[in-house]
């Protein structure tokens, strides 16, 4: 079965970091785009940042300077380490995979991991 599974989501206070992953159980791994998106109840939902098939990056502007996300393809894994954490970080981050391209519209892709809640207090 072809799944994506997140962990690393916690309770955290202002400034704090968090590191999340993302596993995968697909063939090819290394050709996938992976993207982290964040969910907070009543918005939309919103990419902060992907990693695309040849390691190159892209964040949204409320994450970049902040967050860092990486790749271990031999392990099908993707990381977002997240430092400096504001209560506008919190929500539910979840990953999503789709072959090539990485696009910031969450309808592009068809695999999803179930996420993972983050919590940030002052």
């Known amino acids: 079965e072809v799944q994506l599974v997140e962990s690393g989501g916690g309770s955290v206070q202002t400034g704090g970091s968090l590191r999340l992953s993302c596993t995968a159980s697909?063939?090819?791994?290394?050709?996938?785009?992976i993207t982290w998106f964040r969910q907070i109840p009543d918005k939309e939902r919103e990419g902060v940042a992907f990693?695309?098939?040849?390691?190159?990056?892209d964040y949204s502007a409320s994450v970049k300077g902040r967050f860092t996300i990486s790749r271990d393809n031999a392990k099908k894994m993707v990381f977002l380490q997240m430092n400096s954490l504001k209560s506008e970080d919190a929500g539910t981050y979840s990953c999503?995979?789709?072959?090539?391209?990485?696009?910031?519209?969450?309808?592009?892709?068809?695999?999803w991991g179930q996420g993972t809640q983050v919590t940030v207090s002052s």
């Open positions: 697909v063939n090819d791994f290394s050709s996938f785009c």
């Open positions: 990693i695309l098939p040849n390691g190159n990056t």
């Open positions: 999503a995979a789709r072959r090539y391209a990485c696009m910031w519209q969450p309808n592009a892709y068809g695999l």
